[in-house]
Structures are given as C-alpha cells and as structure tokens.
C-alpha cells in the first residue's frame, strides 16, 4: 500500500492523485514548500528572515533551503518544520492504529533533515495515538538507505519470494 496516499486532512491540499489531503502532501519536500509559501502568504514575508528572500520567486524556495534556513534559525522556516512534524506524529499514529507496528522507518528526502523535527513527530505520535500509556509505542527511525529505501525493500522482498531463496 501506499501510505503517502492516506487521507490524513479531509478536504486538505490537492494531491496528483486525484484526492484532497494525503498525507505526503503534508509531509515531503513539497510539502515543506507549499506550507512554507503558505505561512508567507499568510503572514507576509518576516522582515530578514532567509525564507523570505527567496519569496520574490516562490521557484527558489525548496525543501532543502527551507532545511537550511531552520538550521540558521529562520522563523518561518522552523514553523514550516514544526507543521511537518506535527502532521508526520498524526500519520504515524494513524498507521499505528491500524497496523500497530514495532518499527516505523521513516524515508524520502525530507528524512535527510530528521534530526530537525523527528523528535517533535514522535512526541505528537505519543500524544495521539490509540493506547498510548497502554500499549508499546513504535520506535520510529530513520532511513539509512536515503530516497531509494523502497526500491531496495521492493527488489529484497521480491528476491525473497523467488524459489530457492
């Protein structure tokens, strides 16, 4: 299944796939994008913030600038970062509620900037998931095998289904 397709916003942000809300339209480099360019819009450009530089021409803001401008502290930036981690604890929950898994890993290019916000997303997992106090949480990790980890699972796992294997 893909995941990235679960409804986690009813109503929410258009997705190429045809429905509203998915949830790697709120957690992905995109997504980090369009929540960024959101919060300008909404606020206006915060006087000397490096995100806001770069708002002239809404082409140069990316999911990797946006992770650089939180490093160096950008408001905007970190509240950009704070609503991907917020939305990833929501969807992680939500998967764990239906398949109440030992580990989640977590993947994507987004996942190189981790150490930014997945402490966040794990406390907002805690806070909302089914059972929590109750039941063990999760560990939830981080891709070593940076944005083709699918790839490789899909090609190990179907290596593992041929005969003799």
């Known amino acids: ?12 942000r258009p ?4 429905k509203r809300g998915c949830w790697e339209r709120y957690c992905s480099g995109t997504a980090l994008v369009t929540t960024t360019l959101e919060l300008l819009a909404r606020h206006g450009p915060a006087a000397g913030t490096l995100v806001s530089e770069a708002a002239a021409d809404p082409g140069r803001i990316t999911g990797r600038r946006v992770a650089a401008a939180a490093r160096k502290g950008d408001p905007v930036a970190l509240r950009a970062m ?6 990833l604890g929501e969807g992680l929950a939500l998967v764990a509620d239906v398949f109440d898994p030992e580990v989640v890993v977590v ?3 987004v996942s190189e900037s ?5 402490d966040e997303a794990r406390e907002h997992y ?7 106090g109750h039941r063990p949480l999760a560990r939830i990790r981080v891709t070593q095998l ?20």
Not at 114 to 118: E, N, Q, T
Not at 126 to 132: E, L
Not at 146 to 165: Q, T, Y
């Open 107 to 109: 993947g994507g290019g």
């Open 1 to 12: 299944p893909e995941l990235g397709h679960l409804r986690l916003v009813p109503g929410g």
């Open 82 to 87: 704070g609503e991907l981690a917020r939305w």
């Open 126 to 132: 805690a806070a909302v998931v089914t059972g929590s």
């Open 146 to 165: 940076s944005e083709d980890s699918g790839i490789v699972g899909a090609a190990l796992l179907a290596r593992s289904l041929l005969p003799g294997s």
């Open 114 to 118: 981790a150490p930014m916000f997945l």
């Open 15 to 18: 997705c190429p796939c045809g």
